[in-house]
Each structure stands twice: as structure tokens, then as C-alpha cells.
């Protein structure tokens, strides 16, 4: 019997979900997106953000790069909503690529701040996940991101020596076009060296509790008539600036 995601996520920190996105919608995207990636890489090579090599980028809102599908998901929104609530909404669309030249990063959490300064290693129910995606084959050779599993559920510095001193399995994610890997941010991981010439381009939506916010990613803009073609339901489920610019015909 399969096992429950939600259930994967709190023991182990991500779960899998494999051939889950179409294939055409990953190519559409692919196709649409690429050139943006690689004038983006051309203009940025010596001034990576992530580290040497690695770069991140906001994802456009114009399809094909952006499709309703990628974010209102029914089983990726179950998995969402039975985690942290039923009122969480997606507040980051960006694309992570390294390129050859990349290093192993440090075993890190993808959050700058915790809830309560006070108390960094309070126990506290989960109040993001991040969904990603691939738009290549990502393989031990291009850069997987590497997971501690279980140390979302301890304290920072002792996951930190539990990784440093191997007492933890680290699971490198290989993806396939159309795999979805949802993960805990508080779960350990590094990138890890891409030595091809393809940039590893792996998409990522973070969905949030209504109540959290921080500002620590870029995002774009919708474009209103983008906006306008979402249904009422969908546009509570995002929260992102919208362009002022007017929709088509106003």
C-alpha cells in the first residue's frame, strides 16, 4: 500500500509524487521559459545569487511558462491544504538553475527567520511547503537537491551534527519530466554540483499559512488579464503583486 504523503512529509520531511505533471505542459513550459533562462544566465554569469554557479530567477505569470495547472493541482492542493490548512495560499513562483561550475551548498533550511525569535527550536506545526518540479531529467550528474531526511522534527544545531557526523542517510532527489517533490523547508538539504552543460532547472512553488508572510524571495508580477482568467476560487489561493498595467480591451 502506498504511503501517505502528508504522513511522509511529517516523518521524513518530502514525499514524491512520480509522473504526476503532464509531460506536454512540462515542454510548453520548457519551451517557453528557456530562452528567458538562458539570456537570463548570459547576463548574470559572473554575478550568480545562490551561490557559485547557481542562480534563481522569478518565474514569469505569462503562459506557457505559467499554467493554472502547476499551481491549482487537486491532489498537489490536497496534499497542501491537509498539511497546513485549507486557506493556504501560494506566495512564490521561481526557478532555481545551477550550471557547471556549481559546488555543494551547506546543509541549510529554507527559511531566514524563525516564527518566534525567541524560541528557534519550538516545536510548531508546519507552516509552509514548497512544490517543485523539473523541466529536465534531473539526474545524480546535474545537481539534485539532497535531503537530511527527519531533521525538519529536530532542534537546527542538532540536525546540523547529526548530518556533519553521517548518523543520517542524505537521499539525493532524482526527478523525472512530470515528477512532483514536495518538501518541509525546515528539512536539512544542499545543491549539489551540476557537471553537465544543461542547466538544472527546477521550479518551485511555496505555499504558506494565510497568516505568514516574508518578503524573501523576488516574485513577478500577474498581469491583470492573466488575473482576470483565473477563476474566483483560484485567485484566493494566490497571493502575488498584480500589474497595474489593464487587461486587454480596458
Partial sequence: MAK???????????????????????????????????HYLDTHREASNRGPHRHFLPMPFMPPCFAPEFFFDNQVLRIVRAALDDRAVAD???CDAPVRGSVHQSFHADYQRPLFH???DLGLPAYMLVVSFALVRVTLDNG?????PGTHR??????????????????PIALEIGDVLIRHPWVLHRGSPNLT?????????????R????????????????WASLTPDQQKTMRFPISAEPASGE
Fill in 154 to 171: 529536530l532542534p537546527r544545531k542538532q540536525a546540523l551534527r547529526a548530518v556533519e557526523a553521517s548518523e543520517i542517510v542524505i537521499q
Fill in 4 to 38: 501517505d504523503p502528508v504522513l511522509e512529509i511529517q516523518e521524513n520531511g518530502y514525499c514524491l509524487l512520480k509522473h504526476h505533471f503532464s509531460q506536454d505542459l512540462i515542454s510548453a513550459c520548457r519551451k517557453g521559459f528557456w530562452p528567458i533562462l538562458l
Fill in 92 to 94: 512564490q513562483w521561481g
Fill in 144 to 148: 539534485p537537491i539532497e535531503i537530511a
Fill in 118 to 120: 525567541e524560541q528557534p
Fill in 197 to 209: 552543460d544543461t542547466p538544472r532547472a527546477l521550479l518551485s512553488i511555496r505555499y504558506v499559512r
Fill in 211 to 226: 497568516w505568514y508572510a516574508d518578503d524573501s524571495r523576488e516574485v513577478s508580477c500577474i498581469p491583470r488579464a492573466v
